[in-house]
């Protein structure tokens, strides 16, 4: 290729990639100034949250008896300082005004949101508290409460999944749905954050779990490795979109245990103290206290000359 | 432990770690000068292409009208160089030539390959603006376009296939490997980057999706976490090696939809418009239009006692 | 909300965050000096391993043959820095003495066993070269050697668990688990350090494979991913407690596959060359050369007006 | 020291510098959210700068004949974003008025001082251009004018001091003190911002040299290492603080040169094509074309027993 | 060159380098585990003391009147572990004892006088307000105080040298000089740590101020760019070496104003209320109030032919 | 400002700033893929080459005597790699060869300095060994050599002074003049790569030294800050530029100690053993042993009504 060739290939290729026309969908257009929501920003936020909560777990720093309440201070000022700014940026960036200065117009509330969250740090604690808590009974492999907070992966889904709820309770848009992929991203386990979970949640392994946007679950309920709280299907409204904001995934009772790989779809109701199989597919409501698995002797079977 | 003992253990060590004779496998003995795929540097190409594709979304810089052209080619030109430098050190490593100057002699077709990857973005923008919207329409939880490009794990995977796709089709080796790898991991979705997917492509949730490398996947597809498109078993050489390049992965025709956990297998086809059930197990070919799933009546069980 | 207000209700909240009564469970009040456990660092210690395990791969340098030892060297030395800290931190974590001065009593133990773990790196690392040698037979899509230790997430993950069991055979705490997340985070492979692993061993894809901590692997096994070799129930104490330390997962002996979803629950054993069919409930031993799948005509069934 | 008078100590250190009575002079009570004049965006908008007026020079990517108008277009768009921010916190940090939202009162200003500034770097490069081809005519040593651009220390306080300068011009408060700070920390040389300086300017090593705020000097001056352009003394106020802005040092009309050392002091005049010579002390004005030297064989003696 | 010669060169180069014999001046052997002192820890700290002492200016978050106190706890915290790590090296380096476990000895002291110079900071802000005041006083281009405490590099060298002081007070060895180094390197001002330095100390400009170790200044002393207080000689003792600890340095009395480039060398004393003009040169005491100038007019020429 | 005309300064002043006619000085129109000298990576050299002088003092890792040579052997590694880049930087930035591959021809070139350069290192050592000494013999204020090592800026100055001037013999333009640069940014000793220095040569304080390109210095010569010793002035060829290479600085001789603020210029010689006291301006030569003073009797006057 001459250097011409090549110097021409790619200023047709710049051309292409800058027609307007090719930008419906795959430009957003933001005015300037207007901020991003930030990745990098996010999981500061996530990272201060998390100090705020089990303080002397994750920070940089030994805490003495007489200084955790400063760092509280700090830590709350700093957190309230992003976090206003990135939820100024979902409100921007969810606002369909063309005509408004959209940061102006959003500031107050993105701050008025943000000291809010913050007001709900203690109960988003003591929630924490309790998955913590029944995490360390349900598993015989848990040394100590320490080892649960520092190291697993679904108590690193839930927190993200308490603040992502709580956020979009206060009608954050964007933000939450970020919170909440990160975790999926570092865990496995997708818990849409507008799902309603109790108290003393727990989840083992956790990879592959995916609990869906209209789930409810009740108190001390504990789910294993790949299971689906999901939709059967959706209703489509006359031009054939579905319809947004039916209740469409199942409601699981309090002290519910759902064994790995189960598929429980539709808005169907686990009853209290049911215990599901792990593989098995339930799309029917379930009585209390059921106890439901692969009717496993017929499903197996000896083969000898085995093709696969 | 003496001082002396301590020295002793770690200059034995090192005497072992070096011996060359260990070496056979394990290491990688490149020439000096020779560069090394650098996944610091593949992330930012990944993350560069992904600022191409959808401007506005993943930069660091509000974009007027006015400047997206210059963006797109700095942005263009940024990528050449780091793409063509990655690209080399895909040839070098595989060339098994002992006494070439490997850098001189792959160079230029490095970088050919680079500009025409580059010419081909245009085309992988177009597609996966079909992808987005498939993924708005199949998607109830989903707010706007915004949301899904921003947030949706599969669009990253299948950003990352698409590219590694086309990297594969320029015959680069490693590289694609590497770039899908990396959504493997953040999103929990394998797609083998040979295997051949069409337009309007959407996976739910992801985490657990595998789909082998010589599926062959039809247009506007749907399919959810923890389905696996794979291979049954593979014919050995007289040797008892697998043989290469055989299909023995599953044809998926447009308009399938494949619900979570279902296992596909072999170099079957699933015919147009079918339906496929959670939790499936598919070993042989499915005409179109069918609906596929489990017999769940029969293989579920209420148990009194259960021994779980 | 007026600035009042505002600093009233971020002074409240610090002052409940700060309430020492809501900490018995949420703080780690470790005393000044002690070193935490530092995920960075650790990120740190797995890449130098894997460094020294697999030279020219992964490191930023080219290696010639005179330097190799000097590199063999400095980073067994950087090693042994880092890793007596961090072992240091672990035992400090774990260490219930209130009075002691916890940094000086372990900092003995902690070097040692440092020096003791760099002993062990050339025999992981003849383990490793199996594991190697066993994905590239096994996966027709392999092209060489080298892409299976520079791509494959199997690899990745079966070095940190190879890593993280010889740390907790030297009776290292939590820090073994802080690396086994860390490859679970990465891959979706989630082997506890604890399950004992023979050679050969390999994982295809991987995501959502589940090995428990006393599990048994023998030598030259195979699994795919969605595979889980877990616990069925465990007993409690008198206190409604789960003992500790019972065996309660699969033996799984030499030369065994297992298909992808598969799930093998209890102290059970999978005899040796036995098969293992994709998505089957495994909760009986199984005899030697055994091939289990899915009654899968039975549980199938074409439905023309699916519900789903 | 015990635990508890350790933290006494520090518990009454705290309270000592949390005493808002000692806080008159060292606290900058900003009001939440007003941005803060950063070190960090101030060094990388003059690195900004300094890659559009030599492209190629201090960038990190090649410039290709086509592309240049696009970094060019990028680099504007980027500069303008950080600058405008940059000249805001500069507004806000001057602005006395307690009651306004200062953000939004200054933002407007801000902007459009920031496209004007931008819209003078064409001259800005210009006047670079005369500065850099009179150091390259002046210095036997300089190999070549890349040489120049890329090395000298003159030549990055001058760039400093022509960005300070039209800031100043513009005025934006404490900005152009900062970025000739940075200037002065580099390189030595230390030129007030309010300072008047002509074309063809260059300086030679550089260190020490002072050049004062009401300084004004032609074209094609020269000046060398630690050559102070200084005030004499100057007039107070009533209350005995000095009286601002009143005209207090030297004008240096065209063709001067001022060899090493030498002090200039006061609003005198050193006329066109003068020669001061080194360490020489000036306090009234030079006619045009003077040649001005210490009368060296006077205050130079052999001494045999020198006592210093 | 050959790949042989090649690898012969750096290998016997690497010998060389190695060989003990050389090493005699230019290594550092530490044992394991001691500490280094660290520029980067010392920046840190340098830069932390600064937002103690001027809060608001430096630090990266906004501070509102309720969360003041919680900063300061937050950042003596901070200071407190960084700084106590760094005495602890600097006792460490200094310490002979070849026997002892360094770290053990020396870390109550490190600790203690970590506390004490913690305590002492108040004192320091007390006086480095007066610096700012005086500096603000006497400089005509000064606008606010804010602009002297953020900009002005002498405020930046009289805060490293008053807290290199104090820390030289408490008898820690090396840090101090660091310290000092750090601000030499960063504004050309060498202030030796131990010099002692009265209140309201104002440098302009600063570039090539000398400050010699045995130096005592009054109070309310201004001094310009250039100015050495140095030594004339030092007595050397029976071997030739400089005989440590001689006062060698002048003292400056209070109210005194030295202009740029004086040299004062050696135990002299300049009384208070004198000037001193530019480039003197001085080696004997003055008496108060006294005016000392060039006698300009004789060592100035006016010269046709100037041979420069 | 209206966006519109906002949008259309921005873009007029790009087209000016892209103006192909405005780039006859400013523009260095490298190739693609032609590496230019990397500030951060000469950093980077200067860094390792101190480590590798000085083992022990500047790197992260303790040194114990088993590892010291493989770390020698790492650093030699890393440096080789590092400055054959960097080298070829500079060739290639020199060269005016329009149509060659620059990288291609100068690549060997490059590799033979480089590992010429590493081969001076032991003898660089050697000769930095005699400074470390005198420094510390002719300075009360050092403690021991360490200090001296670690923290003084004259042995920083003459480290860069002795890579970039045996970089120079070696012919490698543009970096030996960075390599120096660097230092006088951070010490204020302006050394130029091309003087040649004898041992044991000192530096006090330092701020403001300038050492001319022609200047031959002795042994055992001790200089202060502010000296220059600097060109009269050059004579010009037809065309009136300066001619190059013709020698025009002072020749020191052995043992010469010069005070501060000296100046000495033009191709003069300074005595063996003779002493030039500060702020003395010197353009004759001075034959040995010759103690040269200002004759400050005469130049000093007290005077009362001082008019500075």
Request: aromatic share 8%; charged share 20%.
């Amino acid at each position: 290729m001459t250097i011409q060739e090549f110097d021409n290939k790619l200023a047709q290729t710049i051309e292409r990639l800058s027609d307007p026309s090719t930008y419906d969908v795959v430009c957003y257009e933001h005015r300037m100034g207007e901020p991003l929501p930030s990745i990098a920003k996010l999981k500061k936020i996530v990272n201060m949250v998390r100090e705020i909560l089990f303080p002397g777990y994750f920070g940089s720093t030994s805490l003495r008896p007489n200084s955790t309440r400063h760092y509280m201070g700090v830590y709350v000022d700093e957190l309230y300082e992003l976090l206003s700014q990135e939820i100024l940026a979902g409100l921007c960036f969810e606002c369909q005004d063309k005509r408004a200065d959209k940061v102006k117009k959003h500031t107050p509330k993105a701050k008025d949101i943000a000291v809010n969250f913050i007001e709900h740090l203690p109960e988003i604690r003591r929630k924490l508290v309790t998955d913590v808590n029944a995490t360390y009974q349900n598993d015989p492999a848990a040394k100590n409460l320490g080892e649960v907070i520092f190291c697993y992966p679904a108590i690193r889904a839930i927190t993200n999944y308490r603040m992502a709820h709580k956020l979009l309770e206060l009608n954050v848009p964007l933000i939450p749905r970020f919170i909440a992929e990160m975790a999926h991203s570092e865990t496995g386990i997708d818990i849409h954050p507008r799902a309603q979970i109790g108290e003393s949640f727990t989840i083992d392994h956790g990879t592959g779990v995916v609990i869906g946007s209209t789930c409810i679950i009740g108190n001390n309920v504990k789910i294993y490795q790949g299971v689906t709280l999901g939709a059967k299907s959706f209703p489509l409204d006359e031009n054939g979109n579905p319809i947004k904001g039916i209740p469409r995934h199942p409601i699981v009772e309090d002290d519910v245990v759902i064994y790995s790989g189960a598929t429980i779809l539709g808005r169907i109701t686990i009853g209290k103290g049911s215990v599901i199989g792990g593989n098995v597919w339930v799309t029917n409501s379930i009585p209390p206290n059921s106890k439901l698995v692969q009717s496993r002797h017929k499903e197996v079977a000896f083969i000898d000359g085995l093709g696969i």
